[in-house]
């Protein structure tokens, strides 16, 4: 058992050492003058990815509130897990638990790199699997201000990205840097997105529709950390500038390192997942 | 999207063909692990039960009287509870479906049936199902054509999409190359139709199922076999059916007299089932197939249905979803489709989900056979009403086809006029359910 501790210790020593060996090379990257923005933009999420490397699985409950204009509320209930992806991209199950005629509704989603995702929808009243467009994914998620493409991992090579520079971000500093969607089917022309700049999570998105309009903005607050690396937010806030409405995520703590397989996110997986 | 009975006979030649002995085989020689890949939402958790209920009161109106003069409004009650236990870190559970209806008119619609009662075992790379259950194959919106193991419970709605748990013994296998899955069928159950009380029977008495678990045509044990797997961006599932064919076909007992409704007996035959079913997603289009060749005691035929379903994100300037459905309908029996089917029909469709705060949705339709141009009208809406009711409206019509007169056995042969069966039976339905 001690031994067993020791190991963790070395090895969570060991990533520290490699989150903080990756801090100094972006900040090389950043203050080197004769890189590109491109270059730079694409630096910070690649740090940023890094960083958030090596999680495994995650395990989280979520409460969604919907706003809408009229001042109407109505709440949702889901589960998440997701297996982060070895040589492919990660994985993820939603479970509807509320409204209770949508409980047992289940989503899953095969991330991509270079490639359209892959998504399934189990409908339980007809104990029907089926596969959904990924254009899907830049509607409406389930009602709310959030697009299934807002709640997805970040994959680097899903955009092009530009920095901008360090800006205030509350009382901390941020490193700002645009982000054009690379997928024809996203509902954005472009992203800002604030980084921390000490750990690198995302604290703010400011979202552009297809005209170039100020369409939505979000913000993420009270912070949970995991083996010192690995940020999660407690609350998001999604409001919409165009329509009024408003979405809020209350998020649980995440459980990590759950010992996910491949199979707990298949087809036949989605059909009991419950 | 709609069925409804009608005579015909068939070949009495008997196929023997149930090589179901490899697949027990298969089943016995499974690795016998305890624990391994479970639900991952079950992990590091004691047993947990689960209990759902809801309560649905259906109201049906008919603006004609039925050919034998049922009545216009068909009020109806139903419950239906589901529990579910897991334990062994969610490696093994139990699912149970009970379901009771109360109808104001029709005394068969009146009955309790065990939606689901099975077992689960799930290990390393395998699954294991035992008990009633009802399982889903396909790919198609307008028929679920190829979707085979589960009876057609049409008492409950036209469409087809309610169904009689199954008993059986189900073997998943998960590979690298797709998924298998093996059934045995030990039993058949007999498809529901309403009495000469209820709508959609046309001017026939059509004898009532048998309830419970028949024994198979064969009279050996039926079974099924399945590939399916993602290749790139089609997905494709190959299967095999052999056993009991879950359309009936009728027999006229009893003297036929003019006036007096035809007593019909429905017999079930031995039959095989070779199935293909397919979707290619490209950007918002989605490309769907579902094909089969059935053979056994009746004379075999070939099937299809095929088209494709175009989502548009935020029309008009909304949050709104729209879907664009379009599919053909073959069946190369032509009128000489035992059912109420779709011979040389073209389906089209509408799909809108609103994206509000209430998950409110729609789907219209209608499918036409271009030729005699008879037509079958749909319309399903729902939105949820605060946080535990849900109201859905439901509209049929039937187009184009006369209506058959009792105890007249002429008009059936008459060709298109199959559909004059249920031309008086149009519908309006609404159904306020509360989830408990």
Same mark, same amino acid.
């Given at each position: 058992?001690?031994?067993?501790?020791?190991?963790?210790?070395?090895?969570?020593?060991? @990533? $520290?050492?490699?989150?903080?060996?990756?801090?100094?090379? $972006?900040?090389?990257?950043?203050?080197?003058?004769?890189? *590109?923005?491109?270059?730079?933009?694409?630096?910070?999420?690649?740090?940023?990815?890094?960083?958030?490397?090596?999680?495994?699985?995650?395990?989280?409950?979520?409460?969604?509130?919907?706003?809408?204009?009229?001042?109407?509320?109505?709440?949702?209930?889901?589960?998440?897990?997701? @297996?982060?992806?070895?040589?492919?991209?990660?994985?993820?199950?939603?479970?509807?638990?509320?409204?209770?005629?949508?409980?047992?509704?289940?989503?899953?989603?095969?991330?991509?790199?270079? *490639?359209?995702?892959?998504?399934?929808?189990?409908?339980?009243?007809?104990?029907?699997?089926?596969?959904?467009?990924?254009?899907?994914?830049?509607?409406?998620?389930?009602? *709310?201000?959030?697009?299934?493409?807002?709640?997805? *991992?970040?994959?680097?090579?899903?955009?092009?990205?530009?920095?901008?520079?360090?800006?205030?971000?509350?009382?901390?500093?941020?490193?700002?840097?645009?982000?054009?969607?690379?997928?024809?089917?996203?509902?954005?022309?472009?992203?800002?997105?604030?980084?921390?700049?000490?750990?690198?999570?995302?604290?703010?998105?400011?979202?552009?529709?297809?005209?170039?309009?100020?369409?939505?903005?979000?913000?993420?607050?009270?912070?949970?950390?995991?083996?010192?690396?690995?940020?999660?937010?407690?609350?998001?806030?999604?409001?919409?500038?165009?329509?009024?409405?408003?979405?809020?995520?209350?998020?649980?703590?995440?459980?990590?390192?759950?010992?996910?397989?491949?199979?707990?996110?298949?087809?036949?997986?989605?059909?009991?997942?419950? | 999207?709609?069925? !409804? &009975?009608?005579?015909?006979?068939?070949?009495?030649?008997?196929?023997?063909?149930?090589?179901?002995?490899?697949?027990?085989?298969?089943?016995?020689?499974? &690795?016998?692990?305890?624990?391994?890949?479970?639900?991952?939402?079950?992990?590091?958790?004691?047993?947990?039960?689960?209990?759902?209920?809801?309560?649905?009161?259906?109201?049906?109106?008919?603006?004609?009287?039925?050919?034998?003069?049922?009545?216009?409004?068909?009020?109806?009650?139903?419950?239906?509870?589901?529990?579910?236990?897991?334990?062994?870190?969610?490696?093994?559970?139990?699912?149970?479906?009970?379901?009771?209806?109360?109808?104001?008119?029709?005394?068969?619609?009146?009955?309790?049936?065990?939606?689901?009662?099975?077992?689960?075992?799930?290990?390393?790379?395998?699954?294991?199902?035992?008990?009633?259950?009802?399982?889903?194959?396909?790919?198609?919106?307008?028929?679920?054509?190829?979707?085979? =193991?589960?009876?057609?419970?049409?008492?409950?709605?036209?469409?087809?999409?309610?169904?009689?748990? +199954?008993?059986?013994?189900?073997?998943?296998?998960?590979?690298?190359?797709?998924?298998?899955?093996?059934?045995?069928?030990?039993?058949?159950?007999?498809?529901?139709?309403?009495?000469?009380?209820?709508?959609?029977?046309? &001017?026939?008495?059509?004898?009532?199922?048998?309830?419970?678990?028949?024994?198979?045509?064969?009279?050996?044990?039926?079974?099924?076999?399945?590939?399916?797997?993602?290749?790139?961006?089609?997905?494709?599932?190959?299967?095999?059916?052999?056993?009991?064919?879950?359309?009936?076909?009728?027999?006229?007992?009893?003297?036929?007299?003019?006036?007096?409704?035809?007593?019909? +007996?429905?017999?079930?035959?031995?039959?095989? +089932?070779?199935?293909?079913?397919?979707?290619?997603?490209?950007?918002?289009? !989605? /490309?769907?197939?579902?094909?089969?060749?059935?053979?056994?005691?009746?004379?075999?035929?070939?099937?299809?249905?095929?088209?494709?379903?175009?989502?548009?994100?935020?029309?008009?300037?909304?949050?709104?979803?729209?879907?664009?459905?379009?599919?053909? =309908?073959?069946?190369?029996?032509?009128?000489?489709?035992?059912?109420?089917?779709?011979?040389?029909?073209?389906? =089209?469709? =509408?799909?809108? !989900?609103?994206?509000?705060?209430?998950?409110?949705?729609?789907?219209?339709?209608?499918?036409?056979?271009?030729?005699?141009?008879?037509?079958?009208?749909?319309?399903?809406?729902?939105?949820?009403?605060?946080?535990? /009711?849900?109201?859905?409206?439901?509209?049929?019509?039937?187009?184009? !086809?006369?209506?058959?007169?009792?105890?007249?056995?002429?008009?059936?042969?008459?060709?298109?006029?199959?559909?004059?069966?249920?031309?008086?039976?149009?519908?309006?339905?609404?159904?306020?359910?509360?989830?408990?």
């Amino acid at each position: 058992m001690t031994r067993g501790l020791g190991w963790t210790a070395v090895i969570a020593a060991l @990533l $520290l050492a490699t989150a903080a060996a990756a801090h100094e090379d $972006l900040a090389a990257v950043l203050e080197d003058l004769d890189r *590109s923005a491109e270059a730079r933009g694409q630096a910070i999420a690649e740090a940023a990815e890094r960083v958030d490397a090596g999680f495994a699985d995650s395990l989280v409950a979520v409460r969604m509130v919907l706003h809408d204009a009229r001042g109407s509320r109505s709440e949702r209930e889901m589960r998440i897990a997701t @297996l982060e992806g070895v040589d492919t991209g990660d994985r993820s199950l939603i479970v509807f638990d509320s409204p209770r005629d949508q409980r047992g509704t289940a989503l899953l989603t095969w991330n991509h790199a270079e *490639s359209e995702d892959d998504q399934w929808l189990y409908l339980p009243a007809l104990r029907r699997v089926k596969k959904i467009a990924a254009r899907n994914r830049s509607g409406p998620f389930v009602g *709310s201000e959030f697009a299934f493409e807002d709640l997805t *991992s970040e994959e680097v090579s899903n955009y092009t990205w530009s920095y901008v520079g360090r800006v205030a971000c509350d009382e901390r500093e941020c490193l700002k840097v645009e982000r054009e969607p690379v997928e024809r089917w996203s509902g954005y022309s472009r992203q800002e997105v604030f980084y921390d700049a000490e750990t690198l999570r995302i604290e703010r998105i400011e979202y552009y529709d297809r005209r170039g309009s100020h369409l939505k903005s979000l913000r993420s607050s009270e912070w949970r950390v995991h083996a010192d690396r690995h940020w999660r937010p407690g609350y998001m806030d999604m409001v919409n500038h165009q329509t009024g409405r408003r979405t809020e995520l209350f998020w649980e703590a995440h459980a990590f390192g759950n010992g996910f397989s491949a199979d707990d996110f298949s087809t036949t997986a989605l059909q009991r997942a419950r | 999207m709609i069925s !409804a &009975p009608l005579p015909c006979s068939g070949r009495a030649d008997r196929v023997q063909g149930a090589h179901f002995v490899p697949l027990l085989l298969l089943v016995l020689a499974l &690795p016998l692990q305890a624990v391994a890949a479970a639900s991952p939402f079950a992990r590091d958790t004691g047993p947990r039960s689960e209990f759902d209920a809801s309560v649905t009161l259906q109201l049906r109106a008919f603006p004609d009287d039925g050919l034998l003069g049922e009545r216009r409004v068909h009020p109806s009650l139903a419950l239906e509870f589901e529990y579910f236990r897991e334990w062994n870190q969610g490696a093994d559970s139990f699912t149970l479906v009970p379901f009771f209806r109360y109808d104001v008119r029709d005394d068969r619609r009146t009955r309790g049936d065990l939606r689901e009662a099975f077992l689960t075992h799930v290990g390393d790379g395998f699954e294991i199902h035992a008990g009633l259950r009802r399982v889903f194959w396909g790919q198609t919106e307008s028929k679920h054509l190829v979707d085979v =193991l589960n009876q057609v419970d049409l008492i409950e709605n036209v469409d087809e999409e309610d169904r009689l748990g +199954q008993p059986m013994l189900n073997l998943t296998l998960l590979r690298d190359w797709g998924v298998i899955e093996a059934y045995v069928l030990p039993g058949f159950r007999e498809r529901t139709f309403a009495s000469t009380d209820g709508r959609f029977t046309g &001017p026939f008495e059509i004898a009532e199922a048998r309830s419970g678990i028949r024994r198979v045509a064969s009279g050996r044990v039926d079974w099924a076999l399945r590939w399916s797997h993602l290749i790139g961006e089609v997905e494709l599932g190959l299967a095999w059916f052999d056993g009991t064919n879950r359309e009936p076909e009728f027999e006229p007992v009893g003297p036929v007299e003019a006036g007096v409704p035809i007593r019909l +007996q429905p017999r079930y035959r031995a039959m095989t +089932q070779a199935s293909l079913d397919a979707q290619y997603i490209r950007g918002d289009w !989605a /490309w769907k197939l579902e094909l089969l060749r059935r053979g056994g005691d009746s004379p075999s035929h070939v099937a299809f249905v095929a088209g494709f379903e175009r989502t548009l994100i935020g029309v008009f300037d909304t949050r709104a979803d729209l879907g664009l459905l379009a599919e053909y =309908l073959y069946d190369d029996r032509g009128r000489r489709t035992p059912l109420l089917s779709f011979a040389n029909d073209v389906f =089209l469709g =509408l799909r809108l !989900a609103f994206n509000d705060l209430a998950d409110s949705d729609l789907l219209a339709g209608v499918i036409v056979d271009h030729r005699s141009g008879r037509q079958v009208w749909s319309v399903e809406a729902g939105t949820r009403l605060g946080q535990h /009711w849900r109201l859905a409206f439901e509209g049929r019509a039937f187009r184009g !086809a006369r209506a058959l007169r009792p105890g007249v056995l002429e008009d059936l042969t008459e060709p298109g006029r199959q559909w004059g069966a249920i031309a008086r039976d149009d519908y309006l339905q609404l159904e306020l359910t509360r989830f408990f």
